[in-house]
């Protein structure tokens, strides 16, 4: 299980770092039964590493650009996260899609970047409400997956097995996101199978074994987090509001398992 915390523009210096503080304080028991990962806010970037540096506890970036370096003002690169001692990397938020306008095609190029660097990146996918409402929620997801892995795509057999080795999904309904509105288990063991099915028919053999973890994110809290983490094909939870509040985040961590 991997439960990861997606901090966004939160919160402030000094709640950071008692948020690190906690976790830090708590891991043992906490990390006994999932992988932690924190995206917080990138100048946060070396408390993190100072504060998580006797854990387990991973983080990383909560957006790369997809060169290398270059003129691109306000941008942080992969390889920056990871020379800095970041490991993961979210791609694709649904935040990032609809503010910045990233586009699958943009997305997909981002992976590539973070894998070049050596990082975990998590491509979040999840459909809007009128999507849903019109039941095609299926065919837009699958759809934005395969967009948002075309790089993955088209690698050679061995890379693209090194690549799928690293990569975590996160299925993120738009509507449930921030709005205390959670997917039903059923709805979400749907969309799982379906993604599931959807990353086998796209590579195939070249999967690893265990497959590729898709978490569920989208209102996770401390009290939905057991139901949700026990359905078939949920790997992990990927969480933004709760993972503010310590106690509910630990709780969250808990019910991993
Ligand atoms: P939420 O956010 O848990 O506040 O719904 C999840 C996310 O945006 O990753």
Redesign the pocket.
């Known amino acids: 299980m991997i439960i990861a915390g ?1 901090w ?1 523009m939160n919160p402030n210096y000094q709640a950071a770092s008692a948020l690190f503080d906690v976790l830090a304080h708590h891991f043992p028991e906490a990390n006994s039964r999932c992988e932690i990962v924190c995206f917080p806010p990138s100048c946060y970037f070396t408390m993190a590493r100072e504060k998580l540096i006797k854990t387990d506890i991973s983080w990383g970036a909560q957006n790369c650009h997809q060169q290398e370096k270059g003129a691109f003002t306000g941008e942080i690169s992969a390889q920056m996260v990871a020379e800095f001692g970041g490991s993961w990397v979210l791609l694709g ?3 990032r899609r609809e503010y910045y306008s990233e586009s699958d095609a943009l997305v997909s190029d981002k992976l590539a970047a973070a894998l070049a660097a050596g990082l975990r990146p998590v491509i ?1 996918v999840g459909e809007p409400e009128a999507v849903r409402v019109r039941g095609a929620q299926d065919e837009f997801v699958q759809k934005q997956l395969a967009a948002s892995l075309e790089n993955i795509a088209e690698l050679t057999a061995e890379a693209q097995k090194a690549a799928l080795s690293r990569l975590v999904i ?1 299925y ?1 309904p738009v509507w ?4 205390g509105q959670v997917a039903s288990l059923q709805d979400i063991a749907e969309m799982h199978q379906g993604l599931t099915a959807k990353i086998a028919s796209l590579f195939g053999s070249n999967l690893p074994q265990a497959g590729v973890p898709i978490l569920y ?4 809290n401390a009290e939905n987090a057991q139901e949700i983490l026990a359905i078939e094909g949920v790997s992990g939870a ?5 993972s503010l509040k310590a106690d509910a985040f630990l709780s969250i961590c808990l019910s991993a398992g």
């Open positions: 997606n966004k938020h649904s935040e979040c996160a993120e449930a996101i921030g709005t994110g989208g209102s996770v990927l969480v933004g509001g709760a």
